[in-house]
């Protein structure tokens, strides 16, 4: 992610939590990506999925994003 290189980054960490799909920190840095690459609903799955496996920041992070996502939609309807 920190290269601009998201698309590759995806697909190696999408691998990776199917090689060990109990590693939360792996499960948050997709999460991270997809954030970053405008995937929002895709992100909360995996931020969720990190907090499942341990990692309690992540649970903000879904808060924060599913905030945002109120906000683009209550500001169009």
Known sequence: MLSKQMPK?????????ELDPQDGEIRYNLGAT???MGKI????????????RGIEVAG??????REGLKGNKGGGE
């Open 60 to 65: 903000e992070v879904v808060g924060k994003l």
């Open 34 to 36: 997809l954030a970053a």
């Open 9 to 17: 980054g995806e697909k190696y960490l999408r691998r990776a939590t």
């Open 41 to 52: 609903e895709d992100a909360i799955v995996e931020f969720e999925r990190a907090q499942e």
